[in-house]
């Protein structure tokens, strides 16, 4: 079992494995878009810009201490922002829909994909020495504190009675990351295809609401719904240090989770966009991320212990999106649409 201690509101904790505590909730459900808390913090004289950041659910408390950070470098000084944070697919497809963006970040990279297909986003997103990936996680098991189910593999979660919490695939980006792990999981990284479907048939009999994102479903089980969720280590880390009463384990055999990042080419500010991009990967924001339970993807960033799953996998190692979109998640065909409508779950949006 997995736990942080020694966190105490609002202070660094050098037992906390050098994750900080906060409080933050993201308090109004679905779509949001919020402006600057601090805008113009640390400005000195020159034109303001303000750029217009879209990004999936999760890491809202994270760039918010990032940008905060960023407006005191000579290079965000003059900078503003606007944030909208909901679903990965929902804020995705609003980006191809005309909702203004400088700089987006999803849960899945299918959900830049749309983007560089809609001319929104350069085909050459991904060529840099991260791949375009900002930060990684793993996909874990969450449950109530002490665990007084016993939850901690896999199997676990399709016995009979177990509540599970998981997001709808056809709208967050976590739920595809969190089915896709159980799947790697239980058909031996894809090579038994069978097997990984009728686990997932199993497990999503078990949840009993599937919310549109990932911070909804931590929501629910907080609120006291299920008996464990499936999500980010990220999230799971959050929850702890929100005083929230979770545990969680990290499964022998789990998926790397990978969040893409990119700037869009018509921004009216692509100079200040590229500038806010590049300080993404420093090692002072990357080590804000680490703080909020993110791994990060740059080498310095100090004071952390994150575990390694020795079975851990890839995306890459199932297919790569296209394949595991095109076949599991396609809205009419796929074959987790199939599962999810005998359940009566929605999977158009």
Do not use: C
Not at 54 to 80: H, L, M, R, W
Not at 110 to 121: F, N, Q, S, Y
Not at 229 to 254: G, K, L
């Amino acid at each position: 079992m997995v736990g942080i201690s020694g966190i105490e509101d609002g202070h660094d904790s050098t037992q906390a494995r050098g994750h900080r505590s906060r409080r933050h909730g993201d308090d109004h459900p679905g779509h949001r878009l919020r402006g600057d808390d601090n805008a113009g913090g640390g400005n000195g004289g020159g034109d303001k810009v303000q750029l217009a950041l879209v990004a999936y659910s999760t890491p809202q408390a994270a760039f918010e201490d990032v940008i905060k950070a960023f407006q005191k470098t000579p290079e965000g000084k003059n900078i503003t922002f606007t944030q909208s944070y909901g679903a990965s697919g929902d804020q995705s497809r609003a980006v191809a829909n005309g909702l203004k963006a400088d700089i987006v970040e999803f849960s899945l990279e299918t959900d830049i994909t749309r983007l560089v297909k809609a001319g929104i986003v350069a085909p050459d997103w991904n060529s840099g020495p991260s791949k375009g990936i900002l930060t990684k996680s793993v996909v874990v098991i969450g449950t109530r504190k002490g665990n007084p189910k016993g939850i901690k593999t896999w199997d676990d979660l399709v016995k009979p009675g177990v509540e599970v919490i998981t997001p709808n695939p056809f709208t967050s980006g976590g739920a595809r990351w969190n089915l896709l792990a159980g799947y790697g999981a239980k058909s031996n990284k894809g090579a038994d295809q069978a097997a990984g479907l009728a686990y997932l048939d199993a497990l999503l009999k078990n949840v009993p609401v599937q919310d549109d994102s990932g911070r909804k479903s931590l929501q629910t089980f907080t609120g006291g719904k299920g008996d464990a969720i499936i999500t980010y280590e990220n999230e799971a880390i959050f929850a702890q240090q929100n005083n929230q009463e979770i545990d969680y384990t990290v499964p022998d055999s789990t998926l790397q989770i990978e969040n893409p990042v990119a700037v869009t080419k018509n921004s009216a500010h692509p100079k200040e966009a590229a500038a806010f991009l590049t300080y993404l990967y420093s090692n002072e924001a990357q080590t804000i991320f680490a703080k909020n339970g993110y791994r990060p993807v740059v080498d310095g960033v100090t004071g952390f212990d994150w575990p390694t799953p020795p079975q851990l996998f890839t995306i890459q190692d199932l297919g790569g999106w296209d394949k595991l979109t095109a076949d599991f998640f396609d809205s009419t065909t796929g074959k987790v649409a199939e599962i999810e409508r005998k359940l009566g779950v929605a999977t158009e949006k």
